[in-house]
C-alpha cells in the first residue's frame, strides 16, 4: 500500500496528539491509526479497471472492479475513464489509487432523476462513497462535466431554497463520503462541479487532505452555481488540510450537526467564506454546529470570509424557509487574511431573508455563543461601504471575543467601521469601542 508522506506526517501528529477533543484554542485530531494497520495487512486482491477510451462508458468495469474489490483489497484507476453510471460503494480496508481521471457524463436526462438523492437540500451524488477503512488517493481528477449543468441553470433558475438543488433539476455532488468511518481522501483534484463539489454526509473520523478545488465556467454570462468546495452534514471528527480551492460559493460550509472540525491551511479565491452554516432552515428541527476550529486561510476576492449563517424563525408550521432551532458553540476562526473581501467578518441571523422587519418579528431561535476570531487581518472590499466587520445577532450573543483585528477598507474611507447588535460582550472585542449600531434593526 502506497502511503504519501503527508499523511503519514500527519497520522504521527495525529497519534501523539490527546485522545479527547481540547478547547476551541488547538486543533482536534483525527484519528488515522487504521492507516498504518492497513498497510501492514497483507492485500488479499488488486483490482485494476482498463479503460476503454474514446468516451466509452466506464461505468460497468468500474461498478464490476467496486464489487470483486470491496474487501480487503486495492483498486487502481490509472486511466482516463467515463462514468454514465451511478456509483454506490460500500467498502472495508480498501485503498483507491486514482492516478487516472474520472469524468461523468453530461447527460442530465438520465443523471437528474437517477443520481442518489440524499434529501438534505435535495442533494444528489454521482459517487456515494460509504463503509470503513477507505484510503481514496490521487494524484488524479474527478470531473464533474459540469458546464452544461451551469449552461442549463443560467437559463431555467430551477433551485431550491437557499443555494440547494431541485427535485426537478438535480445537480449531482461529484464525491459524497457517507456513512462512513475512517476514511482518508488526499491529493486529488474535484473540478467543474454541476453543484456542491464534495460533501461529507453523516461520517466520522474523515481526512481530506491535498485537494484542489475548482470550477471555472466557460461562459460569463452562464457561471458556476452552488459550487462549495464541502459541505459537512451530520458528521464528526473530520480534518481539512492544505487546499487550493477556486469557485463561487462556500470554501467549507458547515451544515446542521457538524462537530469536531478542524480546517487548516486553505487557499479559498472568489468564495464566500468559511461558513458556519446556513442552520435553521426546516421547521421546528434542531440544528447544532460546535467545536469547530479554523486556521491559517487566506480569502482572496470573495464574499465573506468568516462567516455565520442563520435563518430567522417562520411562521408557516411547514415552513423550508426558517423556523429551526439549535445552537452554533464554541468556534474558532484564527489567522485569518482578507483580501478584497465583501465582509470579512459576518454573523447573520437574518439569512436569506431580504426583510428586516420579517426578521425583527420573528427572530432565529438558534443561539450562538463562544465565538473566537484571532489575527483576522486585510483588507475589504467596498461593496458594504467603510463596514469590515457586521455581528448581527436576534438576541444575545454570548462570549464573542476578537483580538489582534487589522481589518481595513479601501483607501476612499477615512476608517473602518464595525456594526455590533445584541453582542453581549463588546468589552471582549478589541474593536468593542467602536461598535455601531447597524441602521436598521
Not at 467496486?66 to 480487503?72: A, D, G, L, S
Not at 447544532?288 to 468568516?306: K, P, R
Not at 483580501?339 to 443561539?367: E, G, H, M, R
Request: hydrophobic residues 35%; glycine residues 6%; proline residues 4%.
Amino acid at each position: 500500500m502506497y502511503l504519501s508522506a503527508s499523511i503519514l506526517a500527519f497520522a504521527a501528529s495525529a497519534l501523539a496528539a490527546p485522545s479527547s477533543f481540547l478547547s476551541a484554542s488547538t486543533s482536534w485530531p483525527t484519528d488515522v491509526s487504521w492507516l498504518h494497520a492497513m498497510q501492514k495487512r497483507a492485500t488479499k486482491k488488486t483490482c485494476h479497471v482498463q479503460a476503454l477510451g474514446g468516451g466509452q462508458d466506464d461505468s460497468s468495469s468500474i461498478i464490476s472492479a467496486f464489487n470483486q474489490c470491496q474487501n480487503n483489497s486495492v483498486i487502481i484507476l490509472d486511466g482516463n475513464y467515463t462514468v454514465g453510471r451511478l456509483l454506490v460503494t460500500d467498502f472495508n480496508n480498501v485503498e483507491i489509487r486514482l492516478t487516472g481521471s474520472l469524468q461523468y457524463t453530461n447527460d442530465i436526462s438520465y443523471w437528474s432523476p437517477n443520481s442518489l438523492y440524499l434529501t438534505y437540500q435535495n442533494a444528489t451524488t454521482f459517487w456515494f462513497l460509504s463503509g470503513k477503512n477507505i484510503y481514496l488517493h490521487g494524484p488524479g481528477t474527478i470531473d464533474g462535466n459540469g458546464q452544461i449543468w451551469w449552461d442549463t441553470y443560467a437559463t431555467s433558475k430551477d433551485s431550491g431554497v437557499a443555494g440547494g438543488s431541485s427535485t426537478t433539476f438535480a445537480r449531482p455532488i461529484p464525491l459524497t463520503v457517507g456513512n462512513a468511518t475512517n476514511v482518508v481522501v488526499e491529493d486529488l483534484r474535484i473540478i467543474q462541479s454541476p453543484f456542491w463539489h464534495q460533501l461529507c454526509y453523516q461520517s466520522k473520523n474523515v481526512v481530506y487532505q491535498g485537494l484542489h478545488i475548482s470550477s471555472v465556467s466557460a461562459n460569463a454570462s452562464h457561471p458556476t452555481a452552488n459550487s462549495d468546495a464541502i459541505d459537512i452534514y451530520r458528521s464528526s471528527q473530520v480534518s481539512i488540510r492544505n487546499w487550493v480551492v477556486d469557485n463561487d460559493d462556500d470554501c467549507v460550509s458547515f451544515k446542521p450537526n457538524s462537530t469536531d472540525i478542524s480546517v487548516q491551511d486553505l487557499f479559498c479565491r472568489g468564495s464566500h467564506g468559511i461558513s458556519v452554516g446556513s442552520l435553521g432552515q426546516y421547521k421546528n428541527e434542531t440544528d447544532i454546529v460546535q467545536n469547530i476550529y479554523v486556521n491559517n486561510i487566506t480569502m482572496l476576492n470573495a464574499q465573506n470570509g468568516a462567516r455565520i449563517k442563520v435563518f430567522p424563525d417562520n411562521p408557516n408550521p411547514n415552513s423550508v424557509q426558517g423556523g429551526g432551532l439549535g445552537h452554533v458553540r464554541n468556534i474558532t476562526f484564527k489567522n485569518f487574511e482578507v483580501q478584497n473581501v465583501d465582509f470579512p467578518i459576518l454573523i447573520d441571523q437574518c439569512y436569506n431573508i431580504n426583510n428586516a422587519t420579517f426578521c425583527a418579528q420573528y427572530p432565529s431561535k438558534l443561539s450562538i455563543s463562544d465565538v473566537h476570531y484571532y489575527n483576522v487581518h486585510g483588507s475589504s472590499s467596498g461593496v458594504n461601504n467603510a463596514t469590515v466587520v457586521q455581528m448581527k445577532c436576534s438576541a444575545q450573543c454570548e462570549n464573542i471575543t476578537a483580538s489582534t483585528t487589522n481589518l481595513i477598507p479601501p483607501a476612499r474611507f477615512s476608517e473602518a467601521q464595525y456594526i455590533c447588535q445584541n453582542i453581549a460582550s463588546k468589552n471582549s472585542l478589541d474593536f468593542g469601542k467602536r461598535c455601531m449600531a447597524p441602521a436598521t434593526a
